[in-house]
Structures are given as C-alpha cells and as structure tokens.
C-alpha cells in the first residue's frame, strides 16, 4: 500500500515540475510580478535616491551603515504599489523609529518609489543585491577544486613511477 502511495506522489511531482517548468520562470513574489516602471521617472527615482537615501539605507538598498533597514526585504516596499505606503514614512510617519521627515514632495517620493520597485522586481532573489557595475566582476568563476580521490591517485602514481 505505502509504494502505491509512494508512487502516486512522485508522479504527481513530476506532473507538477513539468507543468512549471513548461510555463517558464514566474515571479514568485508580488513585488517581482510588478510591470516594468517608466524609465525615466526609475531614473529621477534613482539621483534622488543616492543623494537623499542612499546615506542611510545603502547603495545597494541592502541597510547602511547608520543602520537605515534594508529596503530590498521591506514588507512595506514588497506591500507597497505606487509609493502610496512609502509616502507616509517619507514624510516622517515613524520618525520615532529613527526615520526623519524629508523635504521631497510627493512626485519625488514617488520616482524614488518606483527605483525601489524596479531594483526589487529586478532582483534574481529576493534580497539579492542590484547587479555590480564593477569591471571585471562578471563571468568569474573560483578555481575548481581537486577532489581528495584525485590527489590521492595522483600521490600513488608517483610513489610506483619512483620504485
């Protein structure tokens, strides 16, 4: 009875990774299923944000050093649609919290919005910082490494060539 039940669950698995499989990568989260923004206003959202937030919260949305929150797992960006959860803050909503009111209006806040949303729902994980533009970062892979076993053969090879 168990392998007949055995057997139905990885059937059933595999029907339910082929079917996934066949419909492509989805987004698994709601912020990474957001259209793609304006580019332009991403851009404006993104100057502000290295001039106004960046200090704070990172370069790389990923918490500074002054202990600004990281903003990439946020549940209030991840809840957040167009700015309309941010804006309170922004405005000073938790300054009891460490996060002072900005001087930004609401066209502002809500550029730097959607450069947030943009770097979320761009993300390879959640969490995972925006890609580096550092040169020569990119397709470099560690050096393998030699397994024991071959090290091993290598050492025996080596003592018979020697007798």
Not at 3 to 13: D, E, I, Q, T
Not at 47 to 74: E, F, Q
Not at 94 to 101: D, I, L, S, Y
Not at 143 to 155: D, E, H, L, N
Request: net charge positive.
């Amino acid at each position: 009875m168990s392998k007949v039940v055995f057997l139905a669950a990885v059937v059933l698995s595999a029907t339910l990774t082929a079917h996934v499989l066949a419909q492509g990568r989805q987004a698994v989260f709601p912020a990474q299923q957001r259209p793609p923004g304006d580019p332009a206003l991403i851009e404006r959202g993104k100057g502000l944000y290295v001039t106004t937030c960046a200090g704070c919260h990172g370069p790389d949305l990923r918490g500074g050093a002054t202990g600004g929150p990281n903003l990439l797992r946020s549940q209030v960006v991840l809840s957040d649609q167009k700015g309309e959860l941010i804006l309170p803050i922004v405005h000073g909503a938790r300054a009891e919290r460490g996060m002072p009111a900005l001087p930004m209006g609401d066209d502002d806040v809500v550029a730097v919005a959607e450069y947030i949303h943009s770097v979320v729902a761009a993300g390879r994980t959640q969490g995972a910082p925006p890609p580096s533009e550092a040169p020569g970062q990119r397709g470099r892979r560690p050096a393998p490494r030699r397994s024991r076993r071959r090290t091993w053969r290598a050492a025996r090879r080596r003592r018979r060539a020697c007798r």
